[in-house]
DNA sequence: CTTGCATCTGTAGTCACTACAGATGGTAGA
DNA sequence: TCTACCATCTGTAGTGACTACAGATGCAAG
């Protein structure tokens, strides 16, 4: 019944597919909190694991570390504060909209330009000349 | 005729919409060659403003700093290797496709999510809820 | 017996800046 | 003349989120 910690940090790796190194980085900054040690040894339980595939769940929709701590206490105090949860998704959403639409204004003038240098052009590359001015 | 180097670092970054910092830390790792100096000052001509700005522009579509060196070298030496540049350029924009994907999902479970959150649901943050899984 | 594996600690490197602290020199106003 | 302000200078450290190493330790299998 215990949580009885018995999964070495290798084997935590795999199952979240997050990086050792990542993992004791995230314990250093205190993102994870200090496991069981058996000697020198991390050992976690399965509390363990469900918290570290929240926060890697978290990174992947782009939500910032700092964020995610905040995150990680309201998940554990209970969700009483969705309000709250909520706008800091939205602020997410804005951040990757606006990233996206950065992203979008890149691709068309490499496209652009990508083409413009297929066409073999005399004289110049008009890639280099479009950076150029 | 000659170049006449008359412009200050401000200026030089006024002009080309370029952290004065950053102009600096551009001369540390190369990216720019020391100017000219009157005393302590750095004093830039026509042909600085017009290496920076090519910088700008091509940091502007993401090229990263070490690419951007190659390019400079290929616009100096004359466009014999535009093959090189298009090269390059489509490396970038495949870059900018892949990121601009992985926002895309982001933004998709995102909006998913807020939109889930906003419906206010009975008993827990449905957000939370994806996170912990 | 030694080879290999997993783990450990601690530090430094990555990328592209950005932010200071503290010094210097010149001009302009009171 | 004093002082306030401005731009500039150098050098170092901080950012975010890792990643990469060096070098130690301990255990089990061949």
Redesign the pocket.
């Given at each position: 019944m215990a949580p009885s910690s018995t999964i070495?940090?290798?084997?935590l790796s795999r199952l979240t597919g997050c990086?050792?190194?990542?993992i004791?980085?995230y314990e250093r900054i205190g993102i994870l909190p200090a496991p069981v040690r058996y000697g020198?040894?991390?050992r976690y339980d399965s509390a363990g694991v469900r918290r570290l595939a929240f926060v890697r769940r978290a990174?992947e929709l782009g939500f910032?570390?700092?964020t995610v701590r905040t995150l990680l206490l309201l998940a554990e105090g209970g969700s009483h504060s969705c309000d709250q949860v909520r706008q800091m998704a939205e602020g997410q959403l804005a951040e990757v909209l606006a990233k996206r639409a950065d992203l979008d204004r890149m691709a068309a003038v490499l496209g652009d330009l990508v083409e413009a240098c297929g066409a073999g052009d005399a004289g110049g590359c008009p890639l280099l000349e479009a950076l150029s001015d």
């Open positions: 070495p940090i290798g084997e990086n050792i190194e990542t004791r980085y020198r040894f991390r990174r910032p570390l700092d």
